[in-house]
């Protein structure tokens, strides 16, 4: 069956540091994989997107990999922030327009 | 920037009730989404919409139904409102996104839906 896994344990990282989360997938063939940043009590936004045939993507102190061999994408920030604290998710798009979301990890930025 | 609003951040229904819940974009996306949230089970999609009078099931569409007559609007309908339904519902847009690669989906602020 189709999984995506993220780690569901929060992650707690010092302020400054970089922090790194993981998305893995199995049984899919995602033409993209996007990132999003969720709030509590609130909608996720959309951080990123990366296609199948790009190894990385950069965006200010973000920056995501996706490993299609390993079936595998990092999400990671740079000089953490506490305001960075929040649940990222990461989605598969197939299919053209479908969207499947992993369940989450949240990040937890200590000052 | 793309607006996706819902019509209520908080709402309480009794149980065997209609319930609405109502989402409107304002940048003329073609897909519209309807995802409800718990904890320890993510995101799961109810319906999605590619399309005015268009509509698809998604995985958890049982006790749900929707209506989109118009582009910008995609409703979603609780026929009788049970407490399982109880969650947070998340309505998205996006455009196709087969050639519009740097698109991700507009969520909506959410509905925090109890039902008592």
């Known amino acids: 069956s189709q999984k995506i896994e993220q780690n569901s344990e929060a992650l707690n990282i010092q302020e400054g540091k970089t922090a790194t989360l993981t998305c893995n997938y199995t049984n899919y063939s995602p033409a993209y994989l996007q990132w999003y940043r969720q709030d509590p009590g609130r909608g996720p936004v959309f951080l990123l997107l990366?296609?199948?045939?790009?190894k990385e993507k950069r965006k200010e102190r973000l920056k995501v990999t996706f490993d299609t061999t390993l079936k595998q994408s990092l999400f990671h920030i740079t000089a953490s922030q506490p305001a960075d604290s929040a649940t990222y998710l990461c989605a598969l798009v197939w299919a053209g327009n479908m969207l499947t979301f992993g369940g989450g990890t949240r990040l937890m930025v200590k000052p | 920037d793309v607006k996706v609003t819902q019509s209520s951040r908080y709402l309480v229904k009794r149980t065997g009730e209609k319930v609405f819940l109502e989402c409107v974009q304002d940048m003329d996306h073609e897909n519209m989404f309807w995802y409800r949230q718990d904890p320890g089970l993510g995101l799961r999609l109810i319906y999605f919409?590619?399309?005015?009078?268009?509509?698809e099931k998604g995985d958890i569409p049982e006790g749900y139904s929707v209506s989109r007559e118009k582009k910008e609007r995609f409703s979603l309908i609780l026929e009788s409102a049970s407490t399982n339904q109880t969650s947070m519902y998340l309505c998205a847009s996006s455009p196709r996104l087969r050639g519009r690669p740097n698109y991700g989906y507009t969520f909506g602020s959410g509905t925090r839906l109890t039902v008592v």
């Open positions: 919409s590619y399309d005015v009078k268009m509509k």
């Open positions: 990366i296609r199948e045939n790009e």
